[in-house]
């Protein structure tokens, strides 16, 4: 076996930092075994500072595979293509503009809540299903692009082992301390990133086989044609809005000391995500400056080919820098990995436990046993992940896709259940269906599913299919309201129990809120009915005021 063992040295280095900075925050959580407390576990008792919260904000999207794919993009297409960096950060102003101040004040513990509570348990964990697809694709697109990282460290062979380790190491510091484990190590994760990287570029440019990139600047800007802005632009739009309804996010807007430190970390996050972008576009820009056949890289392979580009960044750290510095730039890309899939592999397990296990199946879970749940969903998470990396070539491709349905489908609910009160199931529901077809209609030719349906050569296909969902949602939540406040429908036909039939047990649960931030009124009389007041989405107000079926609370 081939083995680089400065990189080695360097990896296993990073790991043990990060595992010892795991284990010690986890020792700052107040929940025990004898007392255990979920929110404790996934919020970090809402105690996170602004400082900690940008700085996991941030190492969420910067991640193995931002850091890898902004470099493959420079190199193979150009500056101009590569959107992800300006993306994710206007996705995170905008998130931080009209979600995380709402969210934050409700007191709400994951992003399902105000589905359930508004739609109903059930229909809560229908959209858990592209909420679930996005996080574990996305941890296990990330562990396969820590496989390619270490494959310059490691023979072919060990790109295996290599996931199994980072897995086997996020799994563990994610069990022991929940959020506060995944924050913390976030820092010192950002930190390797930002120093190793940082200190590896000036190196690699002063490289004798690099040109000036400033000399080089029309062949790494890249250009477009007219014939792609559609496309760019539906991609530029995914990126944007299509980066919000993630829990990963949300777990730090609800996990923030307070509403306003919720919104500004997310400002501050995104300014990260542009500084953290500069070095792999440098390093992209460096590779497509260089003579290969200058460097001891292989010229029996091709640079320019799909599996090299996927490569460059490490390349260039292995190939164009002194050892030990490229060494510490490999184990910053490894930690960048890490800072990304404790995340998602979190978040998951946390959505399952509260939103399926407790709110679905098991409505009188204890603490004790939601918080067992949660972390048996944090072993079969990151295993799952790892197995698919491992396993599944085209994961990129999966992940691509439950970023569509997760665009198309929980944008529009996100926005409906937060800003507009008339929404409702049924409109929810006939949303979800619809934006599932026109999804598949519109075809995907990375699995080969044939398009059944076009828009035109000028119209974003899948932004036209979050829209149509936008209005079916709409339309359909005003269309079920009028019918049954106008007595059209018979209450019995209100299936659903959102209109006019509802019962006790679907309306909110007082331990998704906390006494700091949600203060219950006292329940009073209204012509003659009494219901409870609270913030607007906190209730499911799509109900007539001539319903039958609530007469009080208790």
């Excluded at 397990?349 to 969903?377: C, H, P, T, Y």
Aim: glycine letters at 8%; a neutral charge; one cysteine or more.
């Amino acid at each position: 076996m081939s083995v680089h063992l400065g990189g080695l040295a360097a990896v296993i280095v990073f790991y043990v930092l990060i595992l010892i900075v795991g284990i010690w925050a986890g020792r700052k959580q107040k929940s025990s075994e004898k007392t255990p407390d979920t929110e404790e576990i996934m919020l970090a008792g809402r105690n996170i500072g602004l400082l900690v919260g940008i700085f996991t904000m941030t190492a969420t999207w910067v991640g193995g595979a931002y850091i890898n794919g902004t470099a493959e993009q420079v190199f193979s297409t150009g500056l101009l293509a590569c959107q992800a960096p300006i993306g994710y950060a206007i996705s995170l102003v905008i998130g931080g503009l009209l979600f995380a101040q709402p969210m934050r004040d409700a007191g709400y513990v994951t992003m399902l809540d105000p589905f359930q509570r508004k739609y109903g348990q059930r229909m809560g964990g229908l959209l858990f299903i592209p909420a679930l697809l996005g996080e574990v694709f996305w941890s296990a697109a990330i562990l396969s692009a820590l496989g390619a990282t270490i494959s310059v460290i490691f023979t072919d062979v060990s790109i295996t082992a290599s996931i199994i380790l980072s897995a086997a190491v996020v799994i563990i510091y994610t069990l022991f301390g929940g959020l506060y484990s995944v924050a913390y190590t976030d820092v010192v994760q950002l930190g390797f990133i930002f120093v190793g990287l940082w200190v590896a570029v000036p190196f690699a440019m002063s490289h004798k086989s690099v040109g000036d990139i400033r000399l080089t600047w029309p062949e790494w800007r890249g250009h477009l044609e007219k014939s792609q802005m559609v496309e760019w632009t539906d991609s530029m739009l995914l990126l944007i809005f299509g980066g919000i309804p993630w829990q990963v996010y949300f777990q730090r807007v609800l996990s923030a000391k307070s509403a306003k430190k919720a919104m500004y970390l997310s400002f501050c996050a995104a300014v990260g995500c542009i500084v953290l972008a500069i070095p792999p576009v440098l390093i992209g820009a460096i590779a497509k400056s260089t003579d290969w056949n200058m460097t001891d890289y292989d010229i029996n392979k091709d640079i320019h080919s799909p599996e090299a580009a996927k490569l460059i960044l490490p390349l260039v750290l292995l190939h164009l820098c002194p050892k030990f510095i490229g060494f510490i730039g490999l184990g910053a890309v490894s930690a960048a990995v890490m800072s990304s899939a404790d995340s998602s592999v979190l978040s998951a397990s946390s959505m399952f436990a509260r939103n399926i296990w407790k709110l679905v199946f098991r409505d009188q879970a204890s603490e004790r046993e939601v918080l067992l749940v949660m972390r048996i969903g944090i072993f079969l998470v990151g295993i799952g992940a790892a197995g698919i990396g491992i396993l599944v070539s085209s994961i990129y491709v999966l992940w691509y896709l439950s970023s569509d349905l997760v665009y198309v489908i929980l944008f529009p609910q996100l926005l409906c259940v937060v800003y507009v009160p008339h929404t409702n199931t049924y409109g929810s529901l006939a949303a979800y269906i619809t934006g599932f077809v026109f999804r598949f209609l519109i075809g995907e030719p990375l699995v080969g599913i044939p398009a059944t349906i076009h828009f035109g050569p000028y119209i974003p296909p899948k932004s036209l299919c979050m829209l149509i969902s936008l209005a079916t949602i709409l339309i359909v939540s005003q269309l079920a309201k009028s019918l049954f406040e106008k007595r059209i429908l018979s209450p019995s036909y209100d299936i659903f129990h959102c209109l006019v039939d509802i019962p006790n047990e679907i309306l909110p649960l007082k331990e998704s809120t906390t006494t700091d931030e949600l203060h219950y009124r006292a329940i009073k009389s209204t012509t003659d009915q009494q219901y409870l007041t609270e913030p607007i989405m906190m209730v499911n107000n799509s109900f007539s005021h001539s319903q039958e079926g609530l007469s009080a609370y208790d």
